[in-house]
């Protein structure tokens, strides 16, 4: 390659695997309990309670309209204010989870809707308390349809953290644009952009064989 | 055991008003099989769903074991219903768990020990008769399979009543005989009352002990099984009954019918009980010399008792039809005059058996 050298392509994997992965595991775990009570407080739900599904469905809308590279800037003090700096792969880590949370509780959200509503209501007539409902029951049955949405959300973090070399957060993306896109170096782009299709294919394979497992456990 | 006192459940829908159940007060004793019967949308699944309060009443009490369930915190509300089962149409059961961990999931949320469970789950099964099934999906089983699963979870913690809703309609005929023989099993070995809705007659005929008819929200009629079989009033259970007991004179036989012949007379006779083992028709025929032609026939068999119809054509003078009529009158057997092809009921319907 003209331009870049290897080691260069594999601190941008790294620095990639690093944002994506902190970012997912942290975006699930705000993500999966936001979209679990999305569903329990929506109208019909078993914790029925309008003010708040209405603050929770406004709030991930509201961010799920903001364009990433937008985010991205407009919580620059926030994000100085959480890791000390606001440049960097771990300064791009911040405004990725505040992007992910909405979109994973969306999915979330539906993955649990598409559970049948008679375990739902079998779960209750067993004397199922609330948790015990989301830890036996709707949990178990939306697994397979989770860790699909998982999977996509992935996907849709290696597309965002393209946009973090913009506050210096380096990766594949950042290469792909900085040495590529703005250079006109087409062969930089093809060699990234192959990189990242590789990613993407294993992420979606190893999502679908883990969600096959889970629908059987 | 069970008693629904002045039940009113109103639904609100868009501003609109929709009255689900009207004034309904039905009482279920311990160790019934107590079958509710009506068309969907007659508010069958509302009332069963009073009993362990997954709807609640908009007026009225619903009162389970001596206890006002209005009056009941949720964790006693929760605690009650585990001594409530309840089995589906569509059986409700988890696709991503196993038979095995299907049923014990009632005892998981109780925090049983895993060596209880093993213990009660692997008798459970073997009663419902699905021990070789215990690691197999509910997608691997068939529907009669999959309600047997329902029925062992249910019973999982020794409920003292079942809940069944609509719980064969789902099932093809063979299938429906072999769980209502099961439940029939369950209330007799373990002492469960049963409360039974559906839309199907013969739900009604092979297993409850007292039978309630719905109609628009309302009860329309309520009595013991051979009450009901043998002496319906609303139309609606008429209707219900003629699902499975057949007593209309075929249109072919009714059409070479003479109803002007004076000397002829077409009589529907119900027989029930010990009535249905005598020869009275023989003998008054005898007695009075008239000619029985008989027409129609059919037995129904109810739980151990015998519900007949039999549709003849009497041939003699006027004066000794009339008399046979009368004898068989005061024999206490149900009896309709068919007229031009329709019949007039015109007798005491009220034998007892």
Redesign the interface.
């Known amino acids: 390659m003209a331009t870049i050298t290897t080691a260069q392509i594999i601190k941008a994997i790294l620095e990639t695997l690093q944002m994506v992965s902190i970012s997912l595991l942290l975006g699930a775990l705000g993500g999966i309990p936001l979209g679990v009570l999305l569903v329990l407080t929506k109208a019909g739900g078993i914790r029925k309670n309008t003010f708040m599904f209405r603050s929770l469905n406004n709030l991930v809308n509201i961010v799920r309209s903001l364009p990433f590279i937008i985010l991205l800037v407009a919580i620059v003090p926030f994000t100085k204010l959480i890791v000390g700096t606001s440049i960097g792969t771990k300064a791009a880590i911040v405004p990725l989870i505040i992007y992910i949370i909405p979109f994973i509780a969306r999915l979330v959200e539906n993955s649990l809707l598409e559970v049948n509503q008679g375990i739902i209501e079998a779960a209750q007539a067993m004397g199922a308390t609330t948790i015990q409902i989301i830890r036996y029951f709707l949990l178990p049955e939306a697994l397979g349809s989770i860790i699909l949405s998982l999977t996509t959300a992935t996907i849709g973090l290696i597309g965002a953290t393209a946009m973090a070399g913009t506050i210096g957060g380096g990766g594949i993306g950042d290469i792909a644009i900085s040495y590529g896109y703005q250079r006109f170096n087409t062969e930089v782009i093809v060699f990234t952009v192959f990189i990242l299709i590789i990613f993407v294919q294993c992420i979606q394979n190893f999502g679908n064989h883990l969600a096959q497992k889970a629908r059987r456990h | 055991m069970i008693e629904l006192k002045n039940i009113q459940k109103i639904f609100y829908k868009n501003s609109s008003e929709i009255q689900a159940l009207k004034n309904i007060n039905l009482k279920i004793n311990e160790g019934d099989i107590f079958g509710v019967i009506g068309f969907s949308g007659a508010g069958k699944s509302t009332l069963i769903r009073m009993v ?1 309060y ?1 709807e609640q009443p908009t007026f009225g009490e619903v009162i389970v074991n001596d206890q006002n369930l209005s009056n009941l915190s949720p964790q006693k ?6 001594q ?1 089962g ?1 089995i ?1 149409q ?8 196993t038979v095995f961990e299907n049923v014990s ?2 005892l ?2 109780e925090g049983t020990d895993k060596n209880t469970i093993y213990t009660r789950i692997t008798e459970l099964l073997n009663f419902v008769g699905l021990a070789s099934k215990a690691d197999a ?1 509910p997608d691997e089983l068939s529907g009669g399979q999959k309600q047997r699963v329902g029925i062992a979870r249910a019973l999982a ?1 020794n409920p003292f009543i079942l ?1 069944c809703d609509e719980a064969t309609s789902a099932l093809d005929p063979q299938t429906t005989g072999s769980i209502l023989q099961l439940l029939k099993e369950i209330n007799k070995k373990y002492k469960i009352t049963i409360l039974i809705i559906t839309h199907e007659m013969n739900v009604i005929r092979e297993i409850c002990n007292r039978v309630a008819v719905m109609e628009k929200g309302e009860i329309i009629e309520e009595g013991s099984l051979l009450d009901i079989f043998e002496n319906p009033q609303q139309q609606t259970t008429k209707n219900f009954i003629r699902t499975i007991v057949h007593d209309e004179i075929p249109p072919v036989i009714l059409n070479t019918l003479d109803f002007s012949n004076k000397n002829k007379l077409v009589l529907k006779l119900k027989f029930i009980g010990e009535n249905s083992q005598q020869a009275l028709l023989s003998e008054a025929c005898y007695q009075y010399s008239v000619q029985p032609n008989i027409l129609f026939a059919n037995v129904t068999e109810l739980q151990g008792d015998i519900l007949g119809h039999l549709t003849v054509e009497l041939n003699g003078t006027p004066e000794n039809i009339e008399k046979t009529h009368q004898y068989l009158l005061q024999k206490n057997v149900g009896i309709e005059v068919v007229e031009n092809g329709n019949h007039n009921n015109c007798t005491n319907n009220q034998s007892d058996s």
């Open positions: 362990n997954l509300l929760r605690l009650l219903r585990k409530i309840m589906f569509h059986f409700n059961l988890l696709e991503s768990k999931i009632p998981l949320l999906y913690t809940l």
